[in-house]
């Protein structure tokens, strides 16, 4: 990796300085831990990953700045297929305090994985072609992503609607996803920031954090929420007998 960057120059690919970013803050990581000198560089590990975090939201998200007007940084990532948490982390490594190592090596394994997906793998099916040009091609779990995130904005939209709006449209689009790879759409929908609820996600469902601290149990139980939010896609699922819910 250094070799190519000291060959390419200023001309390095936004994705593959990215991941050498990142591939040096976890081989970092994996190197203080054999040594037993994590406590002694957990804060340099905490500035390398979110250095490293920070630039690939920040050069991933600039390719999708098309607009004379310049958009948010989580609206550009949300069509990307990056999640809400992954934004997160770059605006606390910002504008506030770092994350947790744990939680920014998480971050750090997620960006490596979608950098795998998106580019690497791009890079790969050119040099080799597929062996059977008129299969079917698996869809990207990028493209997977938008899907359920799309989904979820719908369901968000008729709660505050107050009223049971159409999620048909969405609810196709995963279903073709799911046929096409099920192994992919099990992944993405047990991901942070899908059937994982971030902080964010709850407090729009109405659940705060008290409620999840406390003893006394809340009005409304957490399983009954999220239930309710994801009804339409289990009784799909379940209906054509996808998975076994």
Not at 60 to 83: C, D, F, S, Y
Not at 86 to 114: C, E, F, M, Q
Not at 205 to 234: A, C, I, K, N, Y
Request: proline share 4%; net charge negative; aromatic share 6%.
């Amino acid at each position: 990796m250094d070799m190519w960057k000291s060959r390419a120059g200023s001309k390095l690919s936004v994705a593959i300085e990215s991941s050498a970013m990142l591939m040096k803050a976890s081989m970092d990581h994996s190197k203080v831990t054999r040594d037993g000198s994590i406590l002694q560089q957990e804060t340099q590990l905490r500035s390398l990953y979110g250095l490293a975090l920070v630039r690939f939201v920040n050069h991933v998200t600039e390719k999708g700045q098309t607009k004379a007007t310049a958009q948010p940084v989580h609206l550009i990532a949300r069509n990307l297929g990056i999640p809400e948490w992954i934004v997160r982390l770059r605006h606390d490594t910002t504008h506030s305090s770092l994350p947790s190592l744990d939680v920014l090596a998480t971050g750090a394994k997620w960006a490596l994985n979608y950098l795998r997906e998106n580019f690497w793998e791009c890079q790969t099916n050119e040099v080799v072609p597929e062996e059977n040009e008129g299969s079917m091609k698996s869809p990207k779990m990028s493209a997977i992503r938008r899907a359920f995130y799309d989904f979820q904005e719908s369901r968000s939209q008729d709660s505050k609607d107050k009223e049971a709006g159409d999620q048909s449209e969405p609810l196709k689009v995963l279903h073709s996803y799911l046929n096409q790879n099920r192994l992919k759409f099990a992944k993405c929908l047990l991901e942070d920031g899908i059937l994982i609820s971030t902080e964010e996600q709850l407090t729009a469902l109405g659940v705060t954090s008290s409620d999840l601290l406390t003893q006394s149990p809340p009005t409304v139980p957490l399983e009954m929420v999220m239930v309710e939010f994801w009804r339409p896609l289990f009784q799909m699922l379940h209906a054509n007998s996808d998975l076994p819910f």
